[in-house]
């Protein structure tokens, strides 16, 4: 008879939900990518509009070009307080992930333990099945034995 484990079932279930985490923790990691994009261009944005601003000889730009720095810094600014809370949420899925791979760690541990008493108690089975073979073949060779004894005398 083959090895059947018997929480089988909910070992699947914690899989499949630990692959589950795996592809949110994957999204909050796009998502912190996004924002980190969203971050870099607009400091590339920046960059630019100080190089435009220092290199324009038109001084009645000037108040235009603060007034839209200043829009980016701000912008910078919520962009840099959403990557803070993308970094967390992304935090809190990865400890949830490794809860969940704990979690199939313990069923996968017990499973091989289950696997190897499986083992053993067959081994011990075909053991005590060979012994009593072994028993009857020696009781039959005695008895066979005795049966020859009388003829020879």
């Given at each position: 008879?083959?090895?059947?484990y018997?929480?089988?079932?909910?070992?699947?279930?914690?899989?499949?939900?630990?692959?589950?985490?795996?592809?949110?923790?994957?999204?909050?990691?796009?998502?912190?990518?996004?924002?980190?994009?969203?971050?870099?261009?607009?400091?590339?944005?920046?960059?630019?509009?100080?190089?435009?601003?220092?290199?324009?000889?038109d001084?009645?730009l000037?108040?235009?070009?603060d007034?839209?720095?200043?829009?980016?810094?701000?912008?910078?600014?919520?962009?840099?307080?959403?990557?803070?809370?993308?970094?967390?949420?992304?935090?809190?899925?990865?400890?949830?992930?490794?809860?969940?791979?704990?979690e199939?760690?313990?069923?996968?541990?017990?499973?091989?333990?289950?696997?190897?008493?499986?083992?053993?108690?067959?081994?011990?089975?075909?053991?005590?099945?060979?012994?009593?073979?072994?028993?009857?073949?020696?009781?039959?060779?005695?008895?066979?034995?005795?049966?020859?004894?009388?003829?020879?005398?």
């Amino acid at each position: 008879m083959p090895f059947r484990y018997r929480l089988q079932k909910v070992l699947d279930f914690r899989v499949r939900k630990k692959e589950e985490q795996l592809r949110e923790v994957q999204k909050a990691k796009n998502e912190v990518d996004r924002i980190q994009g969203l971050i870099d261009e607009n400091n590339n944005e920046i960059k630019s509009v100080i190089k435009i601003m220092h290199s324009t000889p038109d001084y009645r730009l000037i108040d235009s070009y603060d007034k839209y720095l200043k829009h980016l810094y701000v912008k910078g600014d919520e962009l840099e307080k959403q990557k803070l809370e993308a970094e967390r949420i992304l935090q809190d899925e990865k400890n949830k992930l490794i809860e969940k791979e704990k979690e199939v760690k313990v069923l996968e541990k017990h499973k091989e333990k289950a696997r190897e008493t499986y083992i053993e108690e067959e081994k011990q089975a075909e053991n005590k099945q060979l012994s009593e073979v072994a028993i009857q073949k020696y009781f039959e060779r005695t008895k066979m034995k005795k049966e020859e004894e009388p003829e020879d005398t």
